[in-house]
């Protein structure tokens, strides 16, 4: 976080897009929350994601610690930093990775 990523920078301009958001619906509030909660979750957030961008990548967002459980996440290409905190801040999250056309993620803190 906070260096410039080439192959997301290539993808940006190879897309068009001059902004993306790495985000998850997963455990709200960072409270574990059942997978069957964290799937319903999932699929409203794409959907909610897919009324803004055709562009939208699955990934999976993993402790390296191994003491927080792996979540699903999405990078969706095109969402601007006030949507993309409002669609973040609408599935409980405490943050977002948002990322501009210079392509160096940051993150973004919703509480």
């Given amino acids: 976080m906070g260096h410039r990523s080439a192959r997301l920078a290539t993808l940006l301009q190879t897309t068009g897009n001059a902004c993306a958001v790495y985000i998850t619906a997963c455990n709200p509030e960072s409270r574990i929350t ?5 799937q319903a979750a999932m699929a409203g957030l794409y959907e909610q994601l897919a009324r803004q961008s055709p562009f939208i990548y699955r990934g999976e967002s993993i402790d390296p610690s191994g003491k927080w459980p792996a979540e699903e ?13 409002s669609i973040g801040s609408k599935f409980g999250q405490n943050a977002i990775v948002w990322m501009d056309s210079a392509a160096i993620p940051r993150l973004v803190l919703l509480r």
């Fill in 34 to 38: 059942s997978l069957a909660a964290n």
């Fill in 73 to 85: 996440s999405f990078l969706a290409l095109g969402i601007d930093l006030l949507v993309a905190k």
